[in-house]
C-alpha cells in the first residue's frame, strides 16, 4: 500500500509561483512512477506531469510545458513546481502513484489515469485574474 499527502496549494495570483509537494509513505520509491493531475469543476481530471520511477525521466502536459516541472528528492517526496500561473491553471490538483512492472522501462512516463494504482486527497489550486 502507498499513502500519499498533497500540500501546498493555495491562492495565487496570475503570473505568480506555487510549489506543490507529495509525500509517499508506506513503500519506498522503488519502481514507483509518481504524475500529477488536476480537476477544474464540473470537468474531467487531466493529466498534468509524470515522473519515471527512476527519476531521470520527465513529461508534461502541452497546457503546462515550459511553466510545471516535476521533480522528485530522495525522501519519498514528489514535486511539481508552478511558474507564470494562470486562471486557467485553477483546479484540484492531485498527486499518484504506479508500481511499475519487472518488464517496464525504469523510464516510462504514464499520462493516463487508469494507469495509476493509488491517488491522494487533492489540494487545491486558486489563480486570480
Known amino acids: 500500500q502507498v499513502q500519499l499527502v498533497e500540500s501546498g496549494g493555495g491562492l495565487v495570483q496570475a503570473g505568480g509561483s506555487l510549489r506543490l509537494s507529495c509525500a509517499a509513505s508506506?513503500?519506498?520509491?522503488?519502481?514507483?512512477?509518481m504524475g500529477w493531475f488536476r480537476q477544474a469543476p464540473g470537468k474531467e481530471r487531466d493529466f498534468v506531469c509524470a515522473?519515471?520511477?527512476?527519476?531521470?525521466?520527465t513529461y508534461c502536459a502541452d497546457s503546462v510545458k515550459g511553466r510545471f516541472t516535476i521533480s522528485r528528492d530522495n525522501a519519498k517526496n514528489v514535486y511539481q513546481q508552478m511558474n507564470s500561473m494562470e486562471p486557467e491553471d485553477t483546479a484540484g490538483y492531485y498527486c499518484?502513484?504506479?508500481?511499475?512492472?519487472?518488464?517496464?522501462?525504469?523510464?516510462?512516463?504514464?499520462?493516463?489515469?487508469?494507469?495509476?494504482?493509488?491517488w491522494g486527497q487533492g489540494t487545491q489550486v486558486t489563480v486570480s485574474s
Open positions: 499518484a502513484a504506479k508500481i511499475s512492472n519487472y518488464y517496464s522501462s525504469s523510464s516510462n512516463v504514464y499520462t493516463g489515469e487508469h494507469e495509476y494504482d493509488y
Open positions: 508506506g513503500r519506498t520509491f522503488s519502481r514507483l512512477a
Open positions: 515522473l519515471s520511477w527512476s527519476g531521470d525521466n
